[in-house]
């Protein structure tokens, strides 16, 4: 135990003396937490129309209001044929062509029905496809209303067919704001970002400038020296994530619904968890670049399929079993849970099985791996 | 009977098909000043890695303080100081605390480090800069504290792997003193070396090529057997025959 000490202090030392990461450890969370959720927002506003209107009816101007003003569509241009439109969807102008034929007011009259019809530009997918939904909850309403218009004097029995609509309530976050959704998340990258990365970075610089090499050659124990290491990161991602539930509370008046004391034994597990796995890359790399490749690879997958960006339901199984084999999986499913449905240790008593299974494989692999004699 | 603090049999370090070294047997004893040279890349590295239990031996035997370099691993650790070729000091902690660090680990406790160091500092002169961070130290400054540092636990043997390389001269003889006055004190010192005049400090000289180890013997029996005035001769004598191009 006195060796510890004597390691923890020197690693305190020098984790304290290096300004720039330290700067980083605490200006990070700060920032992200109030950049990131602004910028990264899946609602989708102004999806970019083109109005190609061939028909210059009563009707045609009517559906045109009111798809610009339902808030989400904005009408960029008016060309006169579907060609001209797409030169928009080209230019990147436009997102979404909307055609109304000749003859659309006199059919919609006459016949009761009509087509138009939609184009949308499938590059940007999500903002495409939620554009086209959109155009179509708001072309299905403005039928509503023309059938009330039309239909309702003749034939009102089948009026009652379309009276039956959906009403959808977002639970625990009831606005389906972006930022509830968001902002926990974050929580979970910057514990991992300092798990993964800052460990492994860590040790591997000691290897570059030669003094792991004088390490091995004491008499410190590899538990010493892994502890060593530990400690001293899991304190400061402790710090970090109490930092990071400050400016949830003070920014975004985000506080957990759960208890706190539940989810920082998440927060505490997690980070062990990630620091194992920073010690595991540690062992492979000889270079802080080797390091900062394989710890950026293994977040990569670890961050997209954690279901932080998309949910883990609409991934295929084989993705889905692979994103159930990524601690972040389970700890964003549960710092959510926690923070805004308020689950309690009975909700969530098997994720902290996965991680504690995660924290002991990944450390012990890596203790395993570390070598003080070649 | 001498006791022997470091004794090699046949001892091998094989990497492939190629054989960094190449049975080498040797024998150190206590309070030595033991020169270890050769040419870059006949293997001394290698070999002092093994004896320092950094690295596993292919085959042979090998004791150092007597432990055996297979199975008792860490017990050497706890008997030997090293120093290495790279400057394995922390750069960013002072020079107190680098001592406190190396000090600590070898199980020092904290109120003999804390005499023993100031006593250090002293000594090197270096009491103004006890304080400032061990980067910016001129590297002769640097490498003195490194050696003061891997012998502040009194280990029985230390080893040292050029430790003047890049050093000026005045700088070189002041580390050659440090290392007598660690002999004096009864340390058996284990050093590796390009520069011929620091051979001739060596008690005993060793010179590897290609992984063997050629002759072995004091600086002036090795003179003498080989009819030259300087060691200088008698390296280039032995080295020049060398297969492995230095690197």
């Known amino acids: ?374 | 009977m001498e006791n022997k603090a470091i004794v090699c049999k046949d001892l091998t370090k094989q990497f492939g098909d190629f054989k960094a070294v190449d049975k080498i047997s040797f024998e150190v004893s206590e309070g030595e000043i033991f020169g270890f040279l050769g040419a870059n890349g006949a293997g001394k590295t290698t070999a002092m890695r093994i004896l320092c239990g950094l690295s596993y031996p292919t085959s042979g035997e090998a004791k150092v303080a007597g432990f055996d370099v297979y199975k008792e691993q860490e017990k050497i650790k706890k008997n030997i100081g090293y120093m290495s070729q790279k400057f394995s000091l922390y750069d960013n902690l002072t020079i107190l605390e680098n001592i406190e660090f190396y000090g600590g680990v070898y199980g020092v406790s904290r109120p003999e480090i804390k005499e023993r160091s100031a006593e250090l500092v002293k000594t090197l002169g270096l009491e103004k800069e006890a304080k400032k961070l061990v980067g910016g130290l001129p590297l002769g400054w640097k490498q003195k504290l490194a050696f003061s540092v891997a012998v502040f636990h009194r280990p029985k043997i230390v080893f040292l792997d050029e430790p003047t390389g890049g050093v000026d001269p005045i700088t070189r003889r002041q580390f050659w003193d440090m290392i007598y006055e660690a002999s004096a004190n009864g340390i058996t010192v284990f050093v590796t070396t390009h520069y011929m005049d620091e051979a001739e400090y060596c008690n005993r000289i060793s010179i590897m090529v290609d992984g063997r180890v050629e002759a072995i013997d004091s600086p002036t029996a090795l003179k003498e057997r080989f009819n030259v005035a300087s060691m200088d001769e008698v390296f280039y004598e032995l080295a020049r025959n060398a297969k492995r191009t230095s690197d």
Do not use: C
């Open chain 1, 1 to 374: 135990m006195k060796v510890l000490r004597f390691i923890l202090q020197k690693e305190f030392r020098q984790i304290f003396r290096d300004k720039t990461i330290l700067a980083m450890m605490f200006a990070m969370p700060i920032i992200q937490l109030i950049i990131l959720p602004l910028a990264a927002n899946f609602e989708v506003k102004n999806v970019n129309v083109v109005y190609v209107d061939h028909d210059h009816s009563s009707y045609s101007q009517k559906l045109i209001n009111k798809i610009g003003s339902s808030g989400y569509f904005q009408i960029v241009a008016t060309p006169s044929s579907y060609l001209k439109g797409l030169e928009f969807i080209e230019k990147g102008e436009a997102d979404l062509i909307l055609e109304i034929p000749s003859g659309f007011e006199r059919n919609l009259v006459r016949e009761g029905s009509q087509k138009v019809n939609i184009a949308a530009d499938a590059i940007n997918g999500t903002k495409s496809n939620i554009g086209y939904a959109y155009l179509n909850v708001v072309l299905a309403d403005f039928n509503r209303d023309l059938d009330i218009q039309f239909k309702l004097p003749k034939q009102a029995p089948t009026l009652s067919s379309s009276l039956i609509t959906i009403s959808s309530t977002n639970w625990y976050n009831p606005r389906a704001e972006y930022k509830y959704y968001m902002v926990p998340g974050i929580l979970v990258l910057l514990l991992t970002l300092i798990g993964g990365f800052i460990t492994a970075l860590n040790i591997v610089r000691e290897k570059e400038i030669g003094t792991i090499e004088q390490i091995n050659v004491t008499p410190i124990q590899k538990w010493q020296f892994i502890l060593g290491k530990l400690i001293p990161f899991w304190i400061v991602g402790m710090i970090v994530f109490t930092v990071g539930l400050t400016v949830m509370y003070l920014v975004y008046g985000i506080f957990p619904k759960g208890s706190l004391a539940v989810l920082y034994l998440f927060a505490a597990i997690y980070l062990i968890a990630l620091l194992g796995m920073g010690l595991l890359i540690s062992t492979f790399a000889d270079t802080q670049l080797q390091a900062m490749f394989i710890a950026f690879f293994f977040m990569m997958i670890f961050m997209l399929m954690s279901g932080f960006f998309t949910s883990t339901d609409s991934m295929p199984d084989w993705a889905r079993a692979i994103s159930e084999f990524t601690p972040v999986t389970h700890f964003i499913k549960v710092v959510r849970l926690i923070v805004l449905k308020g689950s309690g240790m009975k909700e969530v008593g098997k994720e902290l099985l996965y991680l504690i299974i995660f924290a002991i494989v990944l450390n012990a692999l890596a203790i395993y791996n570390y070598r003080k004699t070649s």
